[in-house]
């Protein structure tokens, strides 16, 4: 028989344990599915996660491990000192197998309360692992997806994952079929169909991508790449 969750309690006692065992100065990431609620401790910088760049709530949950870490880096370069993970959201250790594991191995379990949640101490932005490039599984697409339309959902994705790794939207270029990549920016996203749709733009591309750093690398997305210095159009 499946125990019926009282869920007004169980925020309570959430912020209560936000409350209990952090610092005014501590701002908490929680995995709140939107819910207002559970950001709402007294004292303490409490927000969504996953969010946005505004730290709205992202609005859907991560598509696969690497992308729930992507957005748990991303939060923690934007500040977050602490992850909290209610009892309701315990599927995440299971599903995001990827993310568990990374928090196994660089996070500090501070609470683990079976009946209200796991409170995680987040490393620094400066001892946490540099952002692998990360092999996910291809994306299927049906043979008469139109290719222009392919590059478009791929740029999309792109530029949402740069967010979330603290990229300012207007900062991410995104390499064109004309091979342009605009007056300037921190980070650029190379569409893995831009190879078929023009391969010298593609080329062109991942040229200048390799000056810098390459932060993921999506089989079926393409590659993102945080730029050493500014880009210039030619």
Same mark, same amino acid.
């Given at each position: 028989m499946t125990a019926v969750v009282d869920y007004p309690a169980l925020v309570t006692r959430c912020l209560a344990l936000i409350e209990a065992h952090t610092d005014a100065s501590d701002a908490v990431a929680v995995v709140s599915r939107g819910d207002a609620a559970l950001t709402r401790a007294s004292d303490r910088s409490v927000g969504h996660? *996953? =969010?946005?760049?505004?730290?709205?709530?992202?609005?859907?949950? *991560? =598509?696969d491990g690497q992308h729930a870490l992507?957005?748990?880096l991303g939060a923690m370069q934007r500040g977050a000192s602490h992850l909290l993970v209610p009892a309701t959201a315990s599927w995440w250790f299971d599903h995001y197998a990827q993310f568990d594991r990374w928090l196994d191995a660089n996070a500090t379990v501070i609470v683990d309360d079976l009946h209200t949640g796991r409170l995680f101490a987040l490393p620094t932005t400066e001892a946490q692992p540099s952002v692998a490039p990360a092999a996910a599984a291809p994306l299927t697409w049906r043979p008469e997806d139109d290719l222009a339309e392919r590059v478009e959902w791929q740029t999309r994705h792109l530029q949402e994952l740069a967010v979330a790794l603290g990229a300012s939207t207007e900062n991410v270029l995104v390499a064109g079929v004309d091979g342009g990549l605009g007056d300037r920016g921190t980070h650029l996203a190379v569409p893995a169909s831009l190879q078929r749709l023009s391969p010298t733009a593609w080329r062109t591309a991942c040229a200048r991508g390799s000056a810098g750093r390459l932060l993921a690398d999506r089989r079926g997305l393409g590659s993102l790449y945080l730029l050493t210095r500014p880009a210039r159009s030619r």
């Open positions: 996660f *996953p =969010a946005d760049a505004d730290g709205r709530w992202l609005g859907y949950h *991560p =598509a992507d957005l748990l």
